[in-house]
Structure formats: structure tokens, C-alpha cells
């Protein structure tokens, strides 16, 4: 088993930054992809951005492009998503989730052990 817990969450006003983290325990997430989901009520679970196991291979939904970034820290069993340029359309709960493979997928079912999630919440 792996579990996953997020942190970093908040109320931020926009154009403003937040850092997720994601620290994996049990059986780590080393070896495999992992990836940065947001849902809002009403709608499914979207794919914010992905990196591989060895942290070399990232991919981006678009709305997300050149504001968020995806890094891992392996020895510390840690994924992080560096949220810049904040934008209302941005909140939503975010969830990290370890792959089935070690390159970054883009669809829910790719991903195995999901955390509980954090809330980010961007004002205007």
C-alpha cells in the first residue's frame, strides 16, 4: 500500500503563488510517475500536470502551461506543484496520485493510490 498526503492548500488572492506538497509513505512512489489532478463540484477529475520517476519527462495540461511546475524529490518521497499566477479558475480540490508506470499519464485511471486531496481557493 501507498499513501499519499497533500499539503499546501489555501485561500490565495490571484496572480498570487502556492506550493503543493505530496510525501508518499508505505511503499513509495519511487519507480513510478507521478501526478497533480483538481476537481470542482460537478465535474470530473482533470489532469493538471505529470512527471516521470526519474523527475526527466513532465507534460502540463495546457490551461496550466508556464504558470504551474511539477518537481520531485525522491529521497524524500516528496512531489511538489509550484502554482504561479494564480487564477479564480484554479480553485478547485487538488489531488496527487502515483502512477501505474514510470512516464506521467494524463487520465485518472492510469494512476493507482490517490491522496485525499487540498483545497485551493483563488479570489479575485
Known amino acids: 500500500q501507498v499513501q499519499l498526503v497533500e499539503s499546501g492548500g489555501g485561500l490565495v488572492q490571484a496572480g498570487n503563488s502556492l506550493r503543493l506538497s505530496c510525501v508518499a509513505s508505505?511503499?513509495?512512489?519511487?519507480?513510478?510517475?507521478m501526478g497533480w489532478f483538481r476537481q470542482t463540484p460537478g465535474k470530473e477529475r482533470e489532469f493538471v500536470a505529470g512527471i516521470s520517476a526519474s523527475g526527466g519527462i513532465t507534460k502540463y495540461a495546457d490551461s496550466v502551461k508556464g504558470r504551474f511546475t511539477i518537481s520531485r524529490d525522491n529521497a524524500k518521497n516528496t512531489v511538489y506543484l509550484q502554482m504561479n499566477s494564480l487564477k479564480p479558475e484554479d480553485t478547485a480540490v487538488y489531488y496527487c496520485a502515483r502512477g501505474r508506470s514510470s512516464l506521467p499519464r494524463t487520465t485518472p485511471n492510469e494512476y493507482d493510490y490517490w491522496g485525499q486531496g487540498t483545497q485551493v481557493t483563488v479570489s479575485s
Open positions: 508505505g511503499r513509495t512512489a519511487s519507480g513510478y510517475g
